[in-house]
């Protein structure tokens, strides 16, 4: 009875890895390349996929959802001869398990040499200063040949990204220092500029207060010289209706005279040569309000002009 357990128990085990073997469950965005006796049959799809035991094997299981790949820094000549380190990151997708498996033997190795290999050809053409500022550029150049040449081994490369791009320690001091001369240079013109505008807004508001100062005291004179205008004009109406006498002129004019020599300036006084015919009027209008009544000079004083005083 043992020995046909034991049969018994080797074959239970023999058909349940002919089980396993037969029944290949392959996750979702996964293929799985079959081969039979060393040779391609079919890729499974994902699901639930039925193979021959023992005979149908499974070659390679294929991840088919995008991937991301890094690559190491790769040194690279520009057109100056100036060695910078790269760092490139690829993005691919395979869209043929059949074509990743057989056209070429290990693609993730032939996207790296053949990034290097493109990477040097486009940087050789550019100098530094470029290479720093085209990394659009660089990334659409190198998408394209790797897109093209990737094509026939199943793979499609969806984007490429420059992740640095690193000088020499003795270009990146000169740079750091011109960018500090620029950052210093714009510094200083920007307050240069400050300044010069801070002058023009200032002459511009002195300007426009000597203009407006001016205008006021023309408006002021011209004003003034309205009121002094009509005042004089009122003055004159009022003696012209009020039909003064040579009398009472001559007593107005001497009432003047004390005011003309009033003054600290006033050292010179010349006694003007009417304050005759003055003096002989008001002498005339005494007269006639005087206890004669009738009394009246009959002759003439000689003027007699007085000596200036000093």
Known sequence: ??????????????VFIALMKTV??????????????????????AGLNIVVPFIDSIRNRIDLREQVVPFPPQPVITQDNLVVNIDTVIYYQVTDARAATYEVSSFIQAIEQLTV????????G???ERTLTSREEINAALRGVLDEA?????????????????????IQDSMEKQMRADRDKRAAILTAEGIRQSQILTAEGEKQSAILRAEG???????????????IRTVFESIHAGDPDEKL???QYLQMLPKIAEGDAN?????????GDALKGLSGAVGNFGPMGGAKLTKETPRREEPPID
């Open 117 to 124: 290999t493109t990477l040097r050809n486009i940087i050789g």
């Open 217 to 231: 005291e023309a408006r002021a004179a011209a004003l003034r010289a309205e009121g002094e205008a009509q005042a």
């Open 150 to 170: 990737t094509g026939k081994w199943g793979i499609r490369v969806n984007r490429v990204e420059l992740k640095a791009i690193e000088p020499p320690t003795s």
């Open 24 to 45: 290949q469950v392959i996750p979702q965005a996964s293929a799985a390349i079959v081969e039979r006796f060393g040779r391609y049959t079919r890729t499974l799809n």
């Open 267 to 275: 050292k010179l006084w010349i006694v003007p040569s009417e304050i």
């Open 1 to 14: 009875m043992e020995p046909i357990i034991i049969v018994l128990i080797i074959l239970v085990v023999l």
């Open 126 to 128: 550019m100098d530094l």
């Open 249 to 251: 002129l001559s007593y």
